[in-house]
C-alpha cells in the first residue's frame, strides 16, 4: 500500500544500437530517464518540495511512459541496469534539511500491458517508507536483441498542467 503519491516526469527515450563486444551482434540499447516526484510535486514558481512530514508507506510500481513494448520470448539475453539518485528533500519550516526516511533499491521489472495488448513493457518499482516529500532522478538502460521490440514506445507529452503554467509564465 502506498500512502504518497509518486508522480513520473520522463525525459525521451534515448535508442541507440551498438555491438555487443563479446560476440560482436547487434544489440538495441534504451536509455530511460527521468524525475520520480515522491510525496507531492515541487512549487511551479520555486521549484522546492512543501514540508509534509509525517511517515508515509512507498511501494509502487511505474509504467516508464515511453517504454517500448517488448517480446517476452525474445527478452532471454536481456541486461537492465537502473539508477537512481537522491535530487531534494523538502526543508524544513526552520530552513533546515528534511528527513529522508527510506528508499530501498529500485528495481526495473517487465510487466503485462494494462489493457492486455500483446507484449511486455517496464516498470520501475520503489518502494521504502519516507518522512518528507523527495525528488529522485533515474536511469533505467536495456540492452536487447533489436527484434525483441515489438512495438516502440511513445515519446511522453507535457502535462496539460505543466503546459498550463508555462503559458501563464
Do not use: K
Request: net charge negative; charged share 25%.
Amino acid at each position: 500500500m502506498t500512502d504518497a503519491d509518486v508522480h513520473l516526469v520522463a525525459q525521451p527515450r534515448l535508442d541507440t544500437v551498438v555491438t555487443d563486444f563479446y560476440i560482436d551482434a547487434r544489440r538495441l540499447r534504451s536509455d530511460y530517464a527521468g524525475m520520480a516526484w515522491i510525496g507531492d510535486r515541487p512549487d511551479a514558481e520555486s521549484g522546492q518540495l512543501g514540508p509534509d512530514y509525517r511517515q508515509r508507506n512507498v511501494e509502487s510500481q511505474l509504467f516508464l511512459p515511453d517504454t517500448h513494448w517488448y517480446d517476452l520470448d525474445r527478452l532471454d539475453d536481456v541486461e537492465v541496469q537502473v539508477s537512481v539518485g537522491l535530487l531534494q528533500v523538502a526543508g524544513t519550516a526552520l530552513r533546515t534539511q528534511g528527513l529522508v526516511g527510506t528508499v530501498t533499491e529500485p528495481v526495473a521489472e517487465f510487466f503485462e500491458h494494462p489493457e492486455g495488448l500483446p507484449g511486455v513493457g517496464l516498470c520501475l518499482g520503489l518502494r521504502g517508507q519516507i518522512f518528507s516529500n523527495l525528488g529522485l532522478s533515474y536511469r533505467v538502460t536495456v540492452l536487447c536483441a533489436p527484434e525483441a521490440v515489438l512495438r516502440r514506445g511513445e515519446t511522453p507529452q507535457p502535462d496539460a498542467e505543466s503546459e498550463e503554467s508555462d503559458s501563464a509564465g
